[in-house]
């Protein structure tokens, strides 16, 4: 079962992981990108926030995208997470922190204004 974007709203999710490839650290900008078209598929959608343990000073992604992150940023719908590890269908919200991140049982997973997380990203953009 993946999200159920309609063809526009795929496009759109696309090209926020083309614009903001997991490879940048850019996960709140293409966050901010695919939040408006997932409210408009769920009006429940969230933003979520992932942080390290207290005390840990970084996440890591499990491979083949495996990389160290100070925090990661991603949206909810649909009973679904997605973001540039998930691909535009997303996964499970239930399975996704264990199947994509390592020591997944002690992450913080906590909802975020997308708007506030790592203002200015996009300016960067190449």
Partial sequence: MAIGWDKR???????A??????TENRCAAAARAIFPVAVEVDARSRGLLLNAPHGARFIISKPPK?????????IEAQQHRVDAFTGEDGHDAASYVD???DFGHTLAVT?????GVDPG???DET
């Fill in 66 to 74: 495996k990389r160290y992150f100070d925090h990661h940023v991603l």
């Fill in 121 to 123: 990203i996009e300016q």
């Fill in 99 to 101: 199947t994509f991140w």
């Fill in 17 to 22: 992981f083309r614009r903001f490839p997991w």
């Fill in 9 to 15: 709203q795929r496009e759109i999710v696309s090209d």
């Fill in 111 to 115: 909802e975020v204004d997308v708007q």
